[in-house]
C-alpha cells in the first residue's frame, strides 16, 4: 500500500483542496443541505490511487437527507430507525427535562435536593451504560482487513476507554469506507466548514490536523506501517546551547521540537537528560526550574542544587521572575498592545488541546504588544503573568482573546509551517541582577 500523508501535519494534496471547494460550493447550492451545514462541521476527503475521491462529515448532522451516498456511511450508524441509541438517548433526554422543570421553581429547590441528586445520578449512569453499548458497535478495520473494537484498539495503546465521540470523525469514517471497498489511500485531509464554534477557533475552508484524543490510536491501528515515512512532529536533531551559567544555575535554549523533560519514550531527546550528561555531578531528580511546550523554543533555567532550585521556583511563584516570548501570528493584528485574561483548562475529550471555560478553567493573563506587523503576520512580544499549559497559544488562537493563532501552531487550528514561530527569549531576575536572552532563533515578519 501507498504511503499516506502524516493526518496530524501536512499540506493538503492539490486535489483534495479541489475536492474540498467542490464539496463547499455543492453543499452551499443545495437549499436542503446547506442550512444544516453552515452551523459549522468538520469534513474530510480522501484520495485513493485509483482517482476515487471519498467524503465525509464528523459527527452526526441532524435532518440530513443523503440516499445517493454522497458522504460515506458512519462506521456505526447512531440515528438508525429503533436503534438501541434513539431509545435511551430520547430517555436521558427525559431526565434532564425534569431536571429542568425541578431546576426553575428556584423556591421549591431545596426541598426536592434528594430528587434531583437521584435524577442526575441516573441520568450518569445511563449515559455511561449508553455510551459503552455505543462502543460495543465500533469495529473499525486496517488496510491489511483487520477488524477490531475501539475499546480493544485504546485498550492496546494503553488510553483507557475512548472518549464520547471517539469513531465519529470525519477521518476514520473515510478510512473504515476506502478499506471496506478494496481502495488504497493515497492522501487525506480535514477542513472546516460554516460557522465557529464559540469557543474554538474555527475558519471557514480551512484545513486542520486530526483531533489527537479521539483518533489517534485509530489512525495508528487502521494505518499501521503506511505512516512509516510521514514526517514526524516528534523529531529534533538540534542540540541545547548554554546561554548562561554560573556556581549555582545554568540557563539553557531549548530547540523547537525537544522536549524539557523525558517522556514516557525514553528514546526521544529532552533537555533534563541532556543537562544531567553534561553535569553528572548534580544529584537533583530534575535540574529544570520550568518548562516549555515541545514545538515552543528558547530559555530554560536550571538549577545546580537543591537549594538554588527551590529559590528559582519560588520566585517563579512569586512573579519574580519575568519571561518575554516573541511570536508571529496569523493575520494582522488590529491592537497595538493590550491585556488577555481567559480562564483555562485542559479539553478532557481532545487533550492536549487547553480551552477556555468560563466555569472550571483557572484565571490565565497574558500582556502584549505588536512588534511590527504586515498583510499576512503580526510580529508581537508576549509577558505571561500566570503560567498556565498552552497559556500563549490559547490566548493567541481563541476567539475570545487575539483570535489569531501562532504561525504554525498547528494544534490550535493554524496552517501547517516549519515549526511553531513561539520564542522564550529573555528572562529577568532583577533580585540577582539576571538579563539573559537568548537571540539564537531570530523570529521576525
Same mark, same amino acid.
Given at each position: 500500500m501507498a504511503n499516506i500523508n502524516n493526518p496530524y501535519l501536512y499540506h493538503p494534496h492539490p486535489l483534495?483542496?479541489?475536492?474540498?471547494?467542490?464539496?463547499?460550493? *455543492?453543499?452551499?447550492?443545495?437549499?436542503?443541505?446547506? &442550512?444544516?451545514?453552515?452551523?459549522? @462541521?468538520?469534513?474530510?476527503? !480522501?484520495?485513493?490511487?485509483?482517482?476515487?475521491?471519498?467524503?465525509? +462529515?464528523?459527527?452526526?448532522?441532524?435532518?440530513l437527507s443523503d440516499p445517493n451516498g454522497y458522504f460515506v456511511p458512519p462506521i456505526y450508524d447512531l440515528a438508525a430507525p429503533d436503534d438501541f441509541y434513539l431509545r435511551k438517548d430520547a430517555e436521558i433526554s427525559e431526565i434532564n427535562r425534569k431536571i429542568g422543570e425541578i431546576e426553575a421553581l428556584a423556591d421549591n429547590k431545596k426541598t426536592h435536593n434528594d430528587e434531583l441528586a437521584g435524577l442526575r445520578q441516573m441520568r450518569r449512569e445511563m449515559s455511561i451504560a449508553l455510551q459503552r453499548e455505543i462502543f460495543r458497535h465500533f469495529d473499525v478495520v486496517s488496510a491489511d482487513g483487520t477488524y477490531r473494537n475501539i475499546?480493544?484498539?485504546f485498550a492496546d495503546a494503553k488510553r483507557g476507554l475512548p472518549p464520547g465521540g471517539?469513531?465519529?470523525? %470525519?477521518?476514520?469514517?473515510?478510512?473504515?469506507?476506502?478499506?471496506?471497498?478494496?481502495?488504497?489511500?493515497? %492522501?487525506?485531509?480535514?477542513?472546516? +466548514?460554516?460557522?465557529?464554534?464559540?469557543?474554538?477557533?474555527?475558519?471557514?475552508?480551512?484545513? *486542520?490536523?486530526?483531533?489527537?484524543?479521539?483518533?489517534? &490510536? !485509530?489512525?495508528?491501528? /487502521?494505518l499501521g506501517d503506511s505512516l512509516a515515512d510521514a514526517p514526524s512532529v516528534e523529531s529534533c536533531t538540534d542540540e541545547p546551547e548554554i546561554i548562561y551559567e554560573d556556581e549555582r544555575m545554568v540557563a539553557?535554549?531549548?530547540?523547537?521540537?525537544?522536549?524539557?523533560?523525558?517522556?514516557?519514550?525514553? $528514546?526521544?531527546?529532552?533537555?533534563?537528560?541532556?543537562?544531567k550528561r553534561r553535569y553528572p555531578d548534580c544529584r537533583l531528580p530534575f535540574m529544570l526550574v520550568h518548562r516549555l511546550d515541545q514545538a515552543t523554543?528558547?530559555?530554560?533555567?536550571?538549577?545546580?542544587? %537543591?537549594?538554588?532550585?527551590?529559590?528559582?521556583?519560588? %520566585?517563579?511563584?512569586?512573579?519574580? =521572575?519575568? @519571561?518575554? +516570548?516573541?511570536?508571529?501570528?496569523?493575520?494582522? !493584528?488590529?491592537?497595538?498592545?493590550?491585556? =488577555?485574561?481567559?480562564?483555562?483548562? &485542559?479539553?478532557?475529550?481532545?487533550?492536549?488541546?487547553? $480551552?477556555?471555560?468560563?466555569?472550571?478553567?483557572?484565571?490565565?493573563?497574558?500582556?502584549?504588544?505588536? =512588534?511590527?506587523?504586515?498583510e499576512k503576520t503580526t510580529l508581537v512580544e508576549f509577558f505571561p503573568v500566570t503560567g498556565r499549559t498552552h497559556q500563549l497559544r490559547l490566548h493567541a488562537?481563541?476567539?475570545?482573546?487575539?483570535?489569531? &493563532?501562532?504561525?504554525?501552531?498547528?494544534?490550535?487550528?493554524?496552517?501547517?509551517? $516549519?515549526? !511553531? /514561530?513561539?520564542?522564550?527569549?529573555?528572562?529577568? *531576575?532583577?533580585?540577582?541582577?539576571?538579563?539573559?536572552?537568548? $537571540?539564537?532563533?531570530? =523570529?521576525?515578519?
Open positions: 483534495l483542496k479541489r475536492a474540498a471547494d467542490e464539496l463547499c460550493l *455543492y453543499i452551499g447550492q443545495c437549499p436542503d443541505w446547506a &442550512p444544516l451545514f453552515e452551523q459549522g @462541521k468538520m469534513l474530510g476527503v !480522501l484520495l485513493c490511487d485509483d482517482g476515487t475521491v471519498l467524503r465525509a +462529515y464528523s459527527g452526526v448532522v441532524n435532518g475499546v480493544q484498539i471517539t469513531g465519529e470523525c %470525519a477521518a476514520p469514517r473515510l478510512l473504515q469506507a476506502a478499506f471496506s471497498r478494496g481502495l488504497k489511500p493515497v %492522501a487525506l485531509a480535514e477542513f472546516w +466548514y460554516g460557522r465557529s464554534p464559540r469557543n474554538i477557533r474555527r475558519v471557514h475552508g480551512q484545513f *486542520y490536523p486530526s483531533c489527537i484524543e479521539k483518533c489517534s &490510536p !485509530l489512525l495508528s491501528f /487502521m539553557v535554549s531549548k530547540p523547537a521540537r525537544m522536549l524539557s523533560v523525558p517522556a514516557k519514550d525514553t $528514546t526521544l531527546a529532552n533537555v533534563e537528560s541532556w543537562l523554543s528558547g530559555l530554560l533555567l536550571a538549577a545546580k542544587d %537543591a537549594q538554588t532550585h527551590k529559590e528559582l521556583q519560588l %520566585a517563579f511563584e512569586q512573579k519574580k =521572575i519575568r @519571561k518575554r +516570548y516573541v511570536a508571529l501570528l496569523e493575520g494582522s !493584528l488590529p491592537s497595538d498592545c493590550g491585556v =488577555i485574561s481567559l480562564p483555562i483548562c &485542559p479539553n478532557p475529550d481532545d487533550r492536549p488541546r487547553q $480551552t477556555v471555560d468560563w466555569q472550571f478553567g483557572k484565571e490565565a493573563v497574558t500582556r502584549y504588544n505588536v =512588534i511590527g506587523r504586515n488562537a481563541s476567539p475570545f482573546g487575539l483570535d489569531h &493563532p501562532i504561525v504554525g501552531d498547528v494544534l490550535y487550528f493554524a496552517k501547517p509551517a $516549519t515549526r !511553531l /514561530m513561539l520564542h522564550a527569549e529573555r528572562v529577568d *531576575y532583577e533580585d540577582l541582577g539576571l538579563h539573559i536572552i537568548d $537571540t539564537k532563533e531570530n =523570529i521576525k515578519l
